[in-house]
T-cell receptor
Framework: QQQVKQSPQSLIVQKGGISIINCAYE??????FPWYQQFPGKGPALLIA?????SEKKEGRFTISFNKSAKQFSLHIMDSQPGDSATYFC?????????FGTGTRLTVIP | ETGVTQTPRHLVMGMTNKKSLKCEQH?????MYWYKQSAKKPLELMFV???????ENNSVPSRFSPECPNSSHLFLHLHTLQPEDSALYLC?????????????FGDGTRLSIL
C-alpha cells in the first residue's frame, strides 16, 4: 500500500522557471516532511524538510509548502538551473521507516 | 562526500554465487539501514540496525542476510539470488533510529543477477 503519492512523474522546465513537485499522503502519523534529491549515480540526499507546525519553509531557491487539511506538501524550486536536474523524492517517516514517493525526474533545459 | 561509503559500486553475479556488500559510515551515527531501489518503484526499506542490533526486518527473503559487527560497518550477504533482485542497494545512517531524523545515504551498489 502506497503511503504517499508523488506527482508529476517527470517534469521539464526552462532555465529560470519554477519547478513544482507535489506529494499527497494519507497517514496522519506523519509529522515530518522531507524532500530528498538524487543525482544519477548517487544516493538520495536530504534537500529540505518541514514540520507541520508551519505552512512554509524557504531555503535559498527551495521552498516547501505544507497544507495539513489537504494532506499535501509540495516542493518549489525557484529560478530553476540545469544543475537542479535530478530525481526528487518526498519521504515522510514513521519511526525508522521513510515512506518514499516514486520520484519526480526533473530536467532543466538551458 | 556523504560520509557513507559503499563497496563495491557495481556487482554482477550468477544466481548460485555468494557475495557481500559493504557499507562504512564515518559520521559517528548509531543507526544504519539497507534499502533496495528498483526502477519505477519507491525505495524499499530492508533492514534497520541500532547500536549493532537489528531492530527491523521488513519481510526480506532469507537469501539476504545482514550483519552489523559495529556501529560503523554494515554488510549485506547475498546467496542464491533471483533475477528480480537486480537493483541498486543503498546503505544509510542516522544519529539514532526513529525521532524523524534525516538519513545520510551512500551512493549504492548496482547489483545485476545473471
Amino acid at each position: 500500500q502506497q503511503q504517499v503519492k508523488q506527482s508529476p512523474q517527470s517534469l521539464i522546465v526552462q532555465k529560470g522557471g519554477i519547478s513544482i513537485i507535489n506529494c499527497a499522503y494519507e497517514n496522519t502519523a506523519f509529522d515530518y516532511f522531507p524532500w530528498y534529491q538524487q543525482f544519477p549515480g548517487k544516493g538520495p540526499a536530504l534537500l529540505i524538510a518541514i514540520r507541520p507546525d508551519v505552512s512554509e519553509k524557504k531555503e535559498g531557491r527551495f521552498t516547501i509548502s505544507f497544507n495539513k487539511s489537504a494532506k499535501q506538501f509540495s516542493l518549489h524550486i525557484m529560478d530553476s538551473q540545469p544543475g537542479d536536474s535530478a530525481t526528487y523524492f518526498c519521504a515522510p517517516p514513521v519511526g525508522n521507516n521513510l515512506f518514499f514517493g516514486t520520484g519526480t525526474r526533473l530536467t532543466v533545459i538551458p | 562526500e556523504t560520509g557513507v561509503t559503499q563497496t563495491p559500486r557495481h556487482l554482477v553475479m550468477g544466481m548460485t554465487n555468494k557475495k557481500s556488500l559493504k557499507c562504512e559510515q564515518h559520521l559517528g551515527h548509531n543507526a544504519m539501514y539497507w534499502y533496495k531501489q528498483s526502477a519505477k518503484k519507491p525505495l524499499e526499506l530492508m533492514f534497520v540496525y541500532s547500536l549493532e542490533e537489528r531492530v527491523e526486518n521488513n519481510s526480506v527473503p532469507s537469501r539476504f542476510s545482514p550483519e552489523c559487527p559495529n556501529s560503523s560497518h554494515l554488510f549485506l550477504h547475498l546467496h542464491t539470488l533471483q533475477p528480480e533482485d537486480s537493483a541498486l542497494y543503498l546503505c544509510a545512517s542516522s544519529p539514532q533510529t526513529g525521532l524523524n531524523q534525516p538519513q545520510h545515504f551512500g551512493d549504492g551498489t548496482r547489483l545485476s543477477i545473471l
